[in-house]
């Protein structure tokens, strides 16, 4: 019997595993999560916990790390990216340029509603 967990935010269906079966039967319970790679773990029909072998746990936490890394590969790449920027020729030049500039508005600002 397969059933998507309940109160979770799983996306793939998971067997549910009677917290009594683990109790009673730790070597059933051990042999159907090896079979299965994950279990839900029930009580009153209710997901408790999630029950993963280790092969399922090390998978997920690659998962994330190569996740994490890519994230953190692109962030690298965007801040190399400006930081070279200053490492033009001309930055200084144009930094300078940018700070003389003086700002002016089309319009008068408005305050919101609020003010």
Do not use: C, I, Q
Request: hydrophobic fraction near 45%; avoid cysteine.
């Amino acid at each position: 019997m397969s059933t998507r967990v309940r109160e979770s935010s799983a996306a793939y269906p998971l067997e549910p595993l009677p917290a009594t079966t683990v109790r009673r039967d730790w070597a059933t319970a051990k042999s159907r999560l090896r079979a299965k790679g994950a279990l839900a773990l029930t009580s009153h029909d209710r997901v408790e916990a999630v029950l993963l072998d280790p092969a399922a746990y090390e998978a997920l936490v690659a998962r994330a790390e190569a996740a994490d890394r890519a994230l953190l590969d692109g962030l690298t790449a965007r801040f190399d990216a400006r930081l070279s920027a200053l490492k033009n020729p001309d930055a200084a030049t144009r930094l300078r340029a940018a700070f003389s500039r003086e700002g002016h508005f089309d319009a008068a600002p408005r305050a919101g509603d609020s003010f």
